[in-house]
Each structure stands twice: as structure tokens, then as C-alpha cells.
């Protein structure tokens, strides 16, 4: 006697679907938040192993000098003068901390190639690097829009600590001065040039201020802003820097006046601003410190905080909001 099979009915295949549709939608969510926490953390090592990287570039100094955001290093430098030049190079804070990162042969490559800069005879930009030079440890998995192979950076540097740079994507160029990125001139806001056009700050002006654990160095912002699309941030380029003491009104968002919240990139008026930093997270915003530590700062951390952590200067006590 045979025994007949009996298969799923209809309904009985709609309900178990329906089962695995639930399943699928409960474990989403969880497979995304690991992979933001993921992306979190190695983003977060990025920030330390910029903070290692400045601190070696910072050892080859007699001074305990830091290196420009843009400008000529070591032992700080006027890269518009034409005599007592201290250094035959000058570029971006990234590309100073370059051999630090195990990346002596793009550091190199762009040293011996420097071009004679035709406005100031003796100094000597460092030579070209592709816009294609893409350095993993300048780079956010979070960061939206970070697209491609081209060689953009997902940090910004505090002006107050490394001086020079540019933001805002200035129109104005300087003829004749040649840039680490390919086929650029170096932008100029209101016509000045974006070197570093006084000494690097040393490291005992910020121990003597607030204090170099109190002190923000480097913090997250998106390689792309709405503002000026057609100038991204490269890392090589001075455009590596971000206003520290920008939108106290809260005109760009109300309801974080310091810094940008997982802004939309594909947004006009409510995406990211070129002079702003900007958080790839709801939690908060990752900050590399002075003494290494990289904090995540909560989007409720109050404009006080913001702006005496960003003040080398400032004789104020941080407040405890400002991360952990």
C-alpha cells in the first residue's frame, strides 16, 4: 500500500513566507547597527593612527612643532618668503603625516618631484600627487560620500592648532603656485594665499592652555559638501581644515549648532556644509584629542564645550559632555 505525499497548500506557503519576511525584518536592523558599529570602530583606529602620526611628525621637530594644514614644515616656516626658508617642501597636514602612516614611498615621490615655485625663488612646493592617491587611514567607511578611488579625506583639521588651509571652496585662485593635487592652483580666500603664513603652534602652547587631552585636534566631515560639490576634500589639497567656531546662531541647524548630524548629502539646504563637521553617526560625533584619545561627542554637547575644546588657548575647563 503506497502512501501519498501530502505538499504545502497555498496558504501554508503564503503563512511560512510571511514567517520569513517577519524574520528578515527583525534581523535587518541588526545587521545593520553591527555594521555601523563596524565601520564605527575602524574609523575611530583611523582617528588614532592619525594621532600617532602627528605625535612622530611632531618628534622630528627640535621645537615640538606641529605640522601646518597647509604650509612648510618642519620647524614651522613662512613659505612666502624668499630668504630663511626651513624647508625646500610645503603641503597638507596628510601629507606630513604620511611616513607615519607607512606611506614613505608617497611621501617621497612627491618630495623629489618638487617644482621651483616661480613667485618665491628657493621655495619649492612638494611635487603632484593624482587626485587618484587614495590612503585607507584618511578614508570613512561611513561616509557617504566617499565614492570612487579618488583620494579624499572624511577629516578636517582644527585651524587653531594646524595652521594654514582653506574651507569653503573659494573661487579665487593664486596663478603659478602648483598644489599636491593634480592639475590644481592652490585657492586663495579674498585673494591671500592659504599657507600657513605664521609659525606652527608647539606643543607646549597647547600644554599650557587647555590642554593637550582637552584639546580637539582632528574630527570626522564628509569628503563632499552641497556647498561647493566640484571641490571635494582632497587630503593632499588645503581644503582639509573645518571652522571650529562656525554657526553659533544655529543657521545651518537649529537644533545642533556645532556640528552637522548625519546630514542627507543628496540635500540643498539641509545637507552637508563645506565648513562645518559633519557626525556619520546618530550618536555622536568622533573627535581625535591632542593626547591621542579618540572621543565620541553627543549631538547634545553644548556650544561651550564645543568651542573650548577647539581653543588651544582657552584657560576654560571642559565640560563633561564633551565625550568619552
Not at 146 to 171: E, I, K, M, W
Not at 172 to 186: E, F, W
Amino acid at each position: 500500500m503506497s502512501i501519498r505525499r501530502r505538499g504545502f497548500t497555498l496558504i501554508e506557503l503564503l503563512v511560512v513566507i510571511a514567517i520569513i519576511g517577519v524574520l528578515v525584518g527583525l534581523l535587518l536592523p541588526a545587521v545593520q547597527k553591527v555594521r555601523e558599529a563596524a565601520a564605527r570602530a575602524k574609523s575611530q583606529n583611523n582617528l588614532k593612527q592619525i594621532g600617532l602620526a602627528i605625535e612622530a611628525a611632531l618628534g622630528n621637530t627640535t621645537k615640538a612643532e606641529y605640522p601646518p594644514a597647509y604650509g612648510a614644515y618642519s620647524e614651522g616656516g613662512f613659505p612666502w618668503a624668499l630668504n630663511n626658508i626651513p624647508t625646500n617642501v610645503y603641503g597638507s597636514l596628510f601629507y606630513y603625516l604620511l611616513p607615519g602612516l607607512q606611506q614613505d614611498n608617497l611621501y617621497n615621490q612627491a618630495k623629489d618631484n618638487g617644482i621651483p615655485n616661480v613667485n618665491a625663488p628657493g621655495n619649492f612646493p612638494a611635487g603632484v600627487i593624482p587626485d587618484t592617491k587614495r590612503v585607507p587611514t584618511f578614508v570613512s567607511d561611513s561616509d557617504p560620500t566617499q565614492v570612487g578611488t579618488l583620494g579624499l579625506a572624511s577629516y578636517a583639521a582644527n585651524p587653531l592648532v594646524f595652521r594654514g588651509g582653506t574651507f569653503g571652496g573659494a573661487d579665487a585662485n593664486a596663478p603659478g603656485l602648483n598644489t599636491l593635487r593634480d592639475g590644481s592652483v592652490l585657492p586663495t580666500i579674498g585673494g591671500n594665499p592659504t599657507i600657513a603664513t605664521a609659525a606652527s603652534r608647539r606643543q607646549s602652547q597647547i600644554t599650557n592652555g587647555v590642554g593637550t587631552s582637552n584639546c580637539g585636534f582632528i574630527t570626522e566631515r564628509f569628503a563632499v559638501s552641497v556647498d561647493v560639490p566640484t571641490n571635494p576634500h582632497f587630503w593632499a589639497s588645503p581644503n582639509i581644515i573645518f571652522d571650529p567656531t562656525i554657526d553659533p546662531a544655529g543657521i545651518y541647524n537649529s537644533k545642533n549648532p556645532v556640528f552637522q548630524a548625519t546630514p542627507d548629502p543628496k540635500s540643498k539646504t539641509k545637507g552637508p556644509r563645506d565648513a562645518m563637521a559633519q557626525s556619520t553617526s546618530t550618536s555622536g560625533i568622533l573627535v581625535l584629542m591632542g593626547d591621542g584619545s579618540a572621543r565620541i561627542v553627543g549631538t547634545g554637547v553644548s556650544a561651550n564645550s564645543w568651542a573650548t575644546a577647539f581653543n588651544p588657548d582657552s584657560r576654560n575647563t571642559l565640560d563633561a559632555d564633551f565625550g568619552n
